[in-house]
């Protein structure tokens, strides 16, 4: 995610950080390459401009220039600019004081809106909440049907009707919500190839009669400034709460996050980095300010990691530990613990410093692929005792998973080291033990 941005930050800093003292042409030039970052990764340019100018007065304002560290001040700077541009506090959904909590999505064809309500309802369901699905798209044929089809995977119930009215069905849902004691309704709207009257006039409709407590616009942050202009459009029409930016895992280069709440005045709420349901991130300003100027985002991290890893399984592989019996199988679990927490290159950028490394590199869930294949062609006996692993038996392990005997040589380097660390981390006292690190070479 905005990878490059981050990389041409990261080169604009350095050469900042690299002055023993700053003049004020140095600080022009760097905020001319800032300015090139930015429209480059396609920011709009009325934002850009607004950013820089208020960059550059506070690095000529706050007497950076004279003070000891000038570069890590003006990435201070930038940093609380860009706090600034996405929103400064993070916002949450409004939840209604007599349930259901109504939350309305409403975007254009194909920005999400129905992946995003299956993520939204898990996300909630998470959180202790009972969610249900309305499926309010009467119009594309197979809509309902699919809402159906994320409700059935999702195990959250789906409202649907064939009534072919968007307001009856949202409002028969509300009374089956009561019915079903679910405390929160996700209204999936139908999306238009552009924005055109009917479309608006029904959204608006919905508005007026069902009264939803949170009206969501989704937008497709592939799209880049059309995103931003779309979201422009639909906040004359219909006042919305907030933003959710969706496809932001892909090639994007991020413009439309950086650009979208400057120009609508609304908060981002949520961004979704994948297809599938659980990716789905709470926005935080900081947290993304962070990540898009290398500096990694540990919370989120951790916030995963607590949310999927076992904590049982955690307990007892840290007994293991102390017994110095961790052994291939215990690790097994573990790479299958961190593939639960998402895609690896995802949960990378999200380590300081490595984010902006990561770009045009293939880091790739492959990599956990030959290490599981070679494990699993050993036996038991194998994977418990590792010492045992003659030639003969690498041989035999390297046909079994397609890989070679140096991959299978590599892997239990690796191992040994990962093995010596532990031993050495059972010296220290430390609290709880997560995820165990490992070089995937
Ligand atoms: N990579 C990626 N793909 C996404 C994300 N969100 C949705 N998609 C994909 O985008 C496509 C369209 O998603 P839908 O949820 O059907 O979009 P929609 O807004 O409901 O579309 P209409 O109902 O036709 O208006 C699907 O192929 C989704 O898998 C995301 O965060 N990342
Ligand atoms: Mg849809």
Same mark, same amino acid.
């Given at each position: 995610?905005?990878?490059?941005?981050?990389?041409?930050?990261?080169?604009?800093?350095?050469?900042?950080?690299?002055?023993?003292?700053?003049?004020?042409?140095?600080?022009?030039?760097?905020?001319?390459?800032?300015?090139?970052?930015? %429209?480059?990764?396609?920011?709009?340019?009325?934002?850009?401009?607004?950013?820089?100018?208020?960059?550059?007065?506070?690095?000529?304002?706050?007497?950076?220039?004279?003070?000891?560290?000038?570069?890590?001040?003006?990435?201070?700077?930038?940093?609380?600019?860009?706090?600034?541009?996405? /929103?400064?506090?993070?916002?949450?959904?409004?939840?209604?004081?007599?349930?259901?909590?109504?939350?309305? %999505?409403?975007?254009?064809?194909?920005?999400?809106?129905?992946?995003?309500?299956?993520?939204?309802?898990?996300?909630?369901?998470?959180?202790?909440?009972?969610?249900?699905?309305?499926?309010?798209?009467?119009?594309?044929?197979?809509?309902?049907?699919?809402?159906?089809?994320?409700?059935?995977?999702?195990?959250?119930?789906?409202?649907?009707?064939?009534?072919?009215?968007?307001?009856?069905?949202?409002?028969?849902?509300?009374?089956?919500?009561?019915?079903?004691?679910?405390? #929160?309704?996700?209204?999936?709207?139908?999306?238009?190839?552009?924005?055109?009257?009917?479309?608006?006039?029904?959204?608006?409709?919905?508005?007026?009669?069902?009264?939803?407590?949170?009206?969501?616009?989704?937008?497709?942050?592939?799209?880049?400034?059309?995103?931003?202009?779309?979201?422009?459009?639909?906040?004359?029409?219909?006042?919305?709460?907030?933003?959710?930016?969706?496809?932001?895992?892909?090639?994007?280069?991020?413009?439309?996050? #950086?650009?979208?709440?400057?120009?609508?005045?609304?908060?981002?709420?949520?961004?979704?980095?994948?297809?599938?349901?659980?990716?789905?991130?709470?926005?935080?300003?900081?947290?993304?300010?962070?990540?898009?100027?290398?500096? /990694?985002?540990?919370?989120?991290?951790?916030?995963?990691?607590?949310?999927?890893?076992?904590?049982?399984?955690?307990?007892?592989?840290?007994?293991?530990?102390?017994?110095?019996?961790?052994?291939?199988?215990?690790?097994?679990?573990?790479?299958?613990?961190?593939?639960?927490?998402?895609?690896?290159?995802?949960?990378? /950028?999200?380590?300081? /410093?490595?984010?902006?490394?990561?770009?045009?590199?293939?880091?790739?869930?492959?990599?956990?692929?030959?290490?599981?294949?070679?494990?699993?062609?050993?036996?038991?006996?194998?994977?418990?005792?590792?010492?045992?692993?003659?030639?003969?038996?690498?041989?035999?392990?390297?046909?079994?998973?397609?890989?070679?005997?140096?991959?299978?040589?590599?892997?239990?380097?690796?191992?040994?080291?990962?093995?010596?660390?532990?031993?050495?981390?059972?010296?220290?006292?430390?609290?709880?033990?997560?995820?165990?690190?490992?070089?995937?070479?």
């Amino acid at each position: 995610m905005l990878e490059d941005l981050t990389q041409k930050l990261e080169t604009v800093f350095q050469k900042l950080r690299g002055y023993g003292t700053l003049t004020e042409k140095n600080v022009a030039d760097s905020m001319k390459e800032i300015r090139r970052a930015l %429209l480059e990764a396609d920011v709009n340019y009325k934002v850009v401009k607004d950013f820089v100018s208020s960059v550059q007065d506070k690095a000529i304002g706050q007497d950076v220039l004279r003070s000891v560290t000038p570069g890590q001040m003006i990435v201070k700077i930038v940093h609380s600019e860009l706090i600034d541009l996405l /929103g400064e506090t993070s916002t949450q959904i409004k939840i209604a004081g007599i349930p259901p909590t109504i939350v309305m %999505l409403a975007g254009l064809q194909g920005c999400g809106k129905t992946t995003f309500a299956g993520k939204l309802a898990q996300f909630f369901r998470k959180k202790g909440r009972h969610p249900m699905l309305v499926a309010a798209d009467v119009y594309r044929p197979a809509a309902i049907e699919q809402l159906k089809v994320v409700g059935k995977s999702l195990d959250i119930p789906v409202y649907s009707e064939d009534s072919g009215e968007p307001v009856k069905i949202c409002s028969q849902a509300i009374a089956e919500a009561r019915q079903q004691t679910c405390d #929160l309704l996700i209204l999936d709207t139908a999306g238009r190839l552009h924005i055109d009257d009917e479309m608006m006039r029904e959204l608006e409709e919905i508005k007026e009669k069902v009264k939803p407590h949170e009206i969501l616009f989704v937008a497709d942050g592939m799209t880049g400034q059309d995103a931003v202009n779309s979201a422009k459009e639909f906040c004359t029409r219909l006042e919305f709460d907030g933003i959710v930016l969706t496809k932001l895992d892909g090639d994007t280069r991020g413009g439309a996050a #950086l650009s979208i709440r400057a120009v609508t005045q609304k908060p981002i709420k949520f961004i979704g980095v994948g297809e599938k349901y659980d990716a789905i991130e709470q926005f935080f300003p900081d947290r993304m300010a962070s990540r898009i100027l290398g500096m /990694g985002d540990v919370v989120t991290l951790v916030e995963k990691a607590q949310e999927t890893i076992d904590q049982e399984k955690a307990a007892r592989l840290e007994k293991k530990i102390l017994k110095q019996d961790f052994n291939l199988e215990d690790f097994f679990d573990q790479l299958q613990q961190i593939k639960k927490m998402g895609p690896l290159d995802q949960l990378l /950028g999200m380590i300081p /410093g490595v984010g902006s490394q990561l770009s045009g590199m293939n880091v790739d869930d492959r990599s956990f692929v030959s290490i599981e294949a070679i494990i699993n062609s050993m036996t038991v006996l194998e994977r418990r005792n590792p010492k045992i692993l003659n030639g003969s038996r690498r041989r035999r392990i390297a046909m079994g998973s397609g890989t070679s005997v140096q991959e299978i040589n590599r892997l239990l380097n690796q191992f040994g080291q990962m093995k010596k660390m532990l031993k050495n981390m059972r010296r220290m006292p430390r609290k709880g033990m997560g995820n165990v690190p490992f070089n995937m070479g």
